[in-house]
């Protein structure tokens, strides 16, 4: 099993990229292949609306989001992770989610979907404050983001009051609640 974890939070680690890879290590120890994609380090624009999509590549713009669409194609789970932004998903996360308007565009437009084969998907969410609104305006967008690439929102870990860089490890319950949510996205097989 394929588990791939993107990193949508600017503060390598930071909270959000703690917890990431908390998960990513509960995965690897139930036998899970990883691996993290961390967006702040890509160099890739926002979504272009070109409304042309190419038989042997999701989307005409060539920059680092081309070495981001395999990985997700090949992956059999997906975990994103953001920090709330402005009550919602961060910029990095929300740049890469409009790149794949591609693939809403080859799905309903053309009738060709190119994320066809499902996978299982998780949404890790950190915060500094404790907004439901916050959480159910992020949720949405992934659960639409997941929608599209044929991903089921199954799972999510949400830990509320993590501001200060680092301040999730002094939070055992949601450290420990990631490493058993990487155990059981691995062990769903």
């Not at 990431?20 to 120890?29: I, P, T, Y």
Request: hydrophobic share 40%.
């Amino acid at each position: 099993m394929k588990v791939l974890g993107i990193n949508g939070s600017p503060r390598i680690g930071g909270n959000t990229d703690i917890l990431l890879d908390r998960v990513l290590e509960g995965a690897k120890s139930a036998g899970a292949e990883t691996e993290k994609i961390i967006l702040n380090r890509l160099k890739f624009v926002g979504c272009q609306e070109c409304r042309e999509i190419p038989d042997e590549r999701p989307c005409i713009v060539m920059d680092d989001m081309q070495s981001v669409y395999p990985r997700i194609k090949q992956a059999d789970v997906i975990i994103l992770a953001s920090p709330i932004f402005f009550g919602s998903i961060s910029a990095q996360t929300k740049a890469m989610i409009d790149r794949f308007q591609c693939a809403w565009a080859s799905k309903y437009i053309f009738k060709r979907d190119m994320f066809a084969e499902k996978k299982v998907g998780a949404f890790i969410l950190v915060e500094g404050t404790h907004s439901e609104n916050y959480l159910k305006n992020a949720q949405l967008i992934v659960k639409i983001f997941f929608n599209v690439i044929n991903v089921e929102y199954k799972y999510e870990l949400f830990c509320p009051g993590t501001d200060k860089k680092g301040s999730v490890l002094n939070k055992p319950d949601c450290m420990e609640k990631a490493f058993q949510l990487g155990e059981k996205i691995s062990a769903r097989q």
